[in-house]
């Protein structure tokens, strides 16, 4: 090395950085004991930020730009410190780059479902995630709050708290939008300005800024979605004849597909469709379908009059007689074979064992032998 190199190196620093990871938000020049020399020169590109801090006091943030470092343009160096002692200058501060470029494509999600109050389905669970850019405003503040003594702050360090933040907010805001589970698509441009606006004040705390926030999707749990698609699908369906076929026909195409249940599966899949079917064509009619309420049935129609019997004997009659009372007097005697009986309807006076109604009370009693 010749004496010439060893005062430029002495004398001037060139200051500047460039970066290719294109996720460093803050990086430290490194400077063998911290010495920056009188006359260093500082280049800030596009994009950048430099923040100059002396003994750990903060001096000066720098913009775009080439800057010569001297007194006549550090106004506040000159009161922290005298730039006059040589090569051994015991002027020692640091020079952090600040990336003031956007951070584009980063991701949020819930990790839980959000619990809201839906107007038509009532309460329901909700997740969501989208997309995130996240930039650098206020370098100063972004070192003080954040980075303190990095030499090399990268996105992943602060990421994860700037998601917790959006998915507060975005709670907050879908708790309280009052906007229902079936128009939430059509409003995610709207609700994603919210909760932007919403996490402003809380991430500018930080000295950064969130310039955009895409809700990319909101779903509801399987089991919820499994439901809202048979709603749809019986929508499709039209009438119930129609829904029948269909329940049948999707009963039969989840058998065929398990290789397990093979034709009796099959069959199985077809009668439990068909079933399902039939109960809702039954539920339809009594009236949640919009179809008319079925007639109550008819009350079932009043007994009989008991059949009552007439008795003739030595040219008197006597009854009426039930046929319980009959049975009695045929044990007894007082009734038998050769007794006439007439009952309404009956065509004429009949012995009572000619009548087939009164002939098995005498089965009981053996009939008188023949020639008696």
Do not use: C
């Not at 919820?224 to 119930?240: F, I, P, Y």
């Amino acid at each position: 090395m010749s004496i010439f190199d060893f005062l430029s190196g002495q004398f001037i620093d060139v200051i500047h950085w460039t970066d290719d990871t294109r996720d460093t938000m803050v990086w430290r020049f490194e400077r063998h004991g911290h010495e920056i020399k009188y006359g260093a020169k500082l280049t800030v590109r596009e994009g950048q930020a430099a923040v100059f801090v002396h003994e750990g006091q903060l001096a000066d943030v720098f913009t775009p730009g080439l800057y010569m470092l001297e007194t006549n343009n550090m106004p506040i160096m000159t009161t922290l410190q005298h730039w006059d002692h040589g090569f051994q200058s015991p002027f020692k501060s640091e020079i952090y780059f600040v990336n003031t470029t956007r951070f584009n494509d980063l991701k949020w999600g819930t990790k839980n479902p959000i619990i809201a109050r839906d107007p038509e389905f009532g309460p329901v669970r909700l997740r969501a995630y989208g997309t995130y850019s996240v930039r650098v405003t206020d370098p100063a503040r972004f070192l003080q709050e954040i980075v303190g003594t990095d030499g090399e702050f990268t996105m992943d360090e602060i990421s994860f708290q700037i998601r917790n933040i959006i998915v507060q907010e975005f709670s907050r805001v879908l708790a309280s939008s009052g906007i229902p589970v079936l128009d939430m698509a059509a409003n995610t441009a709207d609700l994603g300005k919210l909760v932007a606006s919403a996490i402003a004040e809380p991430v500018a705390a930080y000295g950064l800024a969130i310039p955009e926030l895409y809700i990319e999707n909101i779903s509801l749990p399987p089991a919820v979605e499994a439901a809202l698609d048979k709603r749809t699908s019986m929508g499709l369906a039209g009438d119930l004849g129609k829904f029948t076929q269909y329940s049948a026909a999707e009963a039969m195409t989840a058998a065929a597909n398990n290789p397990a249940g093979g034709g009796m599966a099959a069959g199985l899949g077809a009668g439990m469709g068909m079933a399902m079917a039939n109960q809702m064509a039954q539920q339809g009619r009594s009236g949640p379908w919009g179809a008319a309420p079925s007639a109550p049935a008819a009350p079932p129609p009043p007994p009989s009059p008991e059949k009552v019997w007439h008795l003739a004997e030595n040219g008197e009659t006597s009854g009426p007689f039930s046929r319980a009372s009959l049975g009695r007097m045929v044990s007894q005697g007082t009734l038998t074979r050769e007794t006439y009986v007439w009952t309404e309807g009956q065509d004429g006076w009949t012995r009572a064992g000619d009548v087939t109604e009164l002939a098995r009370l005498f089965t009981v009693m053996p009939p008188p032998p023949p020639g008696a």
